[in-house]
């Protein structure tokens, strides 16, 4: 499995968890209550995959200087 696989895996956990978590609230708290919270748990998968990326970009500049074609 791929990064790129594992990542679309967890944000379709985390948004079918939101969905769940939305309906069962959504009798006892606001609306902008729940719209917080899936901000905030649809927020804590953008760093993964900012360092996913930052991670990537490394790993072809390394293989681009082994291979002798410089980096770009």
């Not at 679309?8 to 968890?17: A, C, D, P, T």
């Not at 708290?29 to 748990?41: D, H, R, S, T, Y």
């Not at 993964?48 to 200087?65: G, N, Q």
Request: glycine share 12%; proline share 3%.
């Amino acid at each position: 499995m791929k990064k790129d696989d594992l990542l679309y895996f967890l944000r379709l956990v985390i948004g079918l968890l939101m969905g769940v978590v939305s309906g069962f609230l959504s009798s006892s708290f606001p609306w902008f209550l729940i719209g917080i919270l899936g901000i905030l748990a649809y927020g804590a998968t953008i760093p993964l995959s900012i360092r996913l990326v930052v991670e990537d970009t490394s790993a072809k500049k390394r293989s681009a200087i082994i291979n002798g074609i410089g980096t770009y």
